[in-house]
Nanobody, 124 residues
């Protein structure tokens, strides 16, 4: 079993930056693909960014490309998401997810472990 705990969310203004962290425990996530998803009120949970098990390959949904950066530190069993140039439409609960595969996926159904989420609110 893997437990994931996100942190770093908060209330910011448009244009500001935030850094999210996802600490994993229970077992190593070295060979797991890791991703960030988000869910806004009344909407489906959507893919945001993914990172292969080495961290060498990353993938972003179009709406965050150039503004968000995903990274991981396998020695610390931690996943990160840097959010820059935030917009009100980025407001959501952000979740990290782990997949028992080195290959990432944009489908939430392919992930085996989820954190409890951290709220990001961007005011205009």
């Amino acid at each position: 079993q893997v437990q994931l705990v996100e942190s770093g969310g908060g209330l910011v203004q448009a244009g500001d930056s935030l850094g999210l962290s996802c600490a994993a425990s229970g077992r190593t996530i070295v060979f797991y693909a890791m991703s960030w998803f988000r869910q806004a009120p009344g909407k489906e949970r959507e893919f945001v960014a993914a990172c292969s098990w080495t961290g060498g390959n990353t993938y972003y949904t179009d709406s965050v490309k150039g503004r968000f950066t995903i990274s991981r530190d396998n020695a610390k069993n931690t996943l990160y998401l840097r959010l820059d140039s935030l917009k009100p439409e980025d407001t959501a609960v952000y979740y990290c997810a782990a997949r028992r595969s080195p290959q990432y996926s944009v489908s939430k159904d392919d992930y085996d472990y989820w954190g409890q989420g951290t709220q990001v609110t961007v005011s205009s």
